[in-house]
């Protein structure tokens, strides 16, 4: 597996932190880049809520109000695909504190570096 990724630093758990990622604008961003990047529309920050309350889960432990927090707090997450770019598919995944691309096959070395340059302004 071969990875590119931007994080930034103590993000989760860092109350010192300030800064994130706006997913969306990355989203936006790539797009400009790739116009046949494909977004995956369901928000993955509320995956393990809407998993807990489909099973009707009974929030005695809590878990619905710690899962919707934690949506909220890393929210919006999606996930992306760019199809057979340069005979590289690359999946990805963008939230407020990451932004990560992977691929089974090595980067073309044009695409790396377009993405490199693209995650500095």
Known sequence: ??????????GFNDPEVVCAFDPN???VRLRGMFPDLEVDPRDYAWRDFDLFAQHGLVDESGALGMAARD???RGPVWLFRLPGTVK???RGQAER???????ETPFPEPLRRGWLSSSKG
């Open 25 to 27: 604008k990355v989203i």
């Open 1 to 10: 597996m071969f990875i590119i990724s931007a994080e930034i630093e103590g």
């Open 97 to 103: 504190h990451f932004v990560i691309f992977s691929s």
């Open 71 to 73: 949506a909220r707090r």
């Open 88 to 90: 590289v598919t690359v």
